[in-house]
C-alpha cells in the first residue's frame, strides 16, 4: 500500500498500463492523460478518470507541461508519474509539480539537473570515486577540441551534454573527423535537447553496456536491485536486456553494484534510478550516465529479485521508506527482456505505423507481456514504435532463453512490420546464447538480416 491516495499517470503506452496497475495495486486511484491520437486507449479505460490534453502530436500534449500541470489541478491528485521518455527526466517539470503543492513520483529537480548535464554528471561520478570513461568537461570551440581531443585519445565520442537515450553521439577518429563533426554536433544537440553543449569521451572498443539499478529514499536508504546486460543494440538504442548481466565475475559485480550506490549517495538521489557502466574486456568498467527514471527494462530486474520497482516508486513518493533493505534482496534465475516494436529490420529499423490488424499474445509459466495495444490499435506515427515488451524469466539462462523462444513462436502480429522474426533469430543465435556480446555486435552480425 501506499500513502497516495490519488495519483496522475503523465504518459502513455505500456508504461501508462504498467503504472496504472501500480497505483490500483497499492490502493490508490489513477488519472490517465490522452492526446487525440490515443482516444478510447488501453490506458485510457483502465484508469479510475482520463482528461485529454491536447493535439496528436507530442508536444502537444505529453510535453506540454501546461497542460499536464492543468489537468493535474483539475482532477485533484496529489502526485504525478511521469513514466518514461517525454517529461520525465525533465528537471524545470518536477519543479513545477512541487511548485503546485504536489508531489512528483521520480528524483529531487537537483539531483535530476545535475545528474542529467553529462558532464556534470561525470564530475559527481569522480567525486564519488566511481570510475569514469576518460574525457572532458564541456567544449565550445573547434581549437579547444582539437587540443583536448589529443589529450583525451582516439577514437573518442563527440556527445551532448544534455543528452540521453543514444541521441546525440558521433565516433571520430582522427582530429579531422572531429573537426569535421563539431558545427554538425552542436547543431544537432540544440535542436534535440535544446542544449548545444557537447563533451569529449574516449571510445571503449568491444565494450559491453552493463547497468544498475537502484533505488532510494528519504530517509537514507539506498539499495542496489543487481544488473542489467543491456548490450544488444541497434543505433545505439537498445532491443534486447537480460538480467542478470551474464559472464560478469562476482568481484565485478560486487564493485560496479557498490559504486552506482555510492554515486546515488552522493548526489543525494531519491526513487528509482539507473546508473549506466561501459564495461570492457578485462571487466574494468566505466561510468557513462544516469537515468533519473524508470526504465524500459526494469521489469527484468523485478523477475530476479521479485522487488516491484514502480510500486517502491510510489511508497518512497510518500515519504516511506523501501519495503526492502540490501540484505533481503536475493537474487534468483535469469530473465529476458524483448522490445517487440513496429520497425522494419530489413530497412534499417524504420519506423512502420499503422494498424495493428492480427494479435496474438503469448503466455506459459515465466512470461510476461508488458503492453499498452489492443487488436485493431494503430501504431501512431507520432510516438515510439514500441507494441510490446516480452520479459521471460528461467530458474537459469539456458531455461530463460528456451522461454523466450517459445514464446517469440506463439507470438503474432499484422498489420505492420516488427521485429518478432529478429528476435526469433537472436534468441536462437549460438553467439548470443555463449554470451556476453559488445553493443556492436548485431550492427557488425549478421542476426539482424
Known sequence: MTGLRRVLVANRGEIAVRIIRACHAAGAEAVAVYSDADEGSRWVQLADEAVHIGRSAARK?????????????????????????????????????????????????????????????????????????????PVTDPDEAARVATEVGFPLLVKAAAGGGGRGIRPVADVAELLDALPGAQAEARA?????????????????????????????????????????????????????APGLRESTRQAITAAAVRLAEHVGYRSAGTVEF????????????????????????????????????????????LSVDQGSIQRRGAAIEMRINAEDPERDFAPTPGEIT????????????????????RISPFYDSLIAKLICWGADREQAYARAQQALAEFHVEGVANTVALHRRLTADPRLLAGPVHTKWLEESRAAQ
Open 61 to 137: 500534449s505529453y510535453l506540454d507541461s501546461d497542460a499536464l500541470l492543468k489537468a493535474a489541478r483539475s482532477t485533484e491528485v496529489e502526485a504525478v508519474h511521469p513514466g518514461y521518455g517525454f517529461l520525465s527526466e525533465n528537471a524545470e517539470f518536477a519543479r513545477a509539480i512541487g511548485e503546485a503543492g504536489l508531489v512528483f513520483v521520480g528524483p529531487p529537480p537537483s539531483a535530476m539537473e545535475r545528474m542529467g548535464d553529462k558532464a556534470a554528471a561525470r564530475r559527481a561520478a569522480q567525486d564519488a570515486e566511481v570510475p569514469v570513461v576518460p574525457g572532458s568537461g
Open 358 to 377: 492480427a494479435l496474438h499474445l503469448p503466455g506459459g509459466p515465466g512470461v510476461r507481456v508488458d503492453t499498452g495495444i489492443v487488436l485493431g490499435d
Open 278 to 321: 561501459l564495461v570492457d574486456a578485462e571487466q574494468d568498467f566505466y561510468f557513462i550516465e544516469m537515468n533519473t527514471r524508470v526504465q524500459v527494462e526494469h521489469p527484468i530486474t523485478e523477475a530476479i529479485t521479485g522487488v516491484d520497482v514502480v510500486a517502491e516508486q510510489l511508497r518512497i513518493a510518500s515519504g516511506e521508506a
Open 192 to 244: 534535440a535537447f535544446g542544449d548545444g553543449t557537447i563533451y569529449l569521451e574516449r571510445a571503449v572498443p568491444g565494450a559491453r553496456h552493463v547497468e544498475v539499478q537502484v533505488l532510494a529514499d528519504e530517509h537514507g536508504n539506498v539499495v542496489h536491485l543487481f544488473e542489467r546486460d543491456c548490450s544488444v543494440q541497434r543505433r545505439r538504442q537498445k532491443l534486447l536486456e537480460e538480467a542478470p
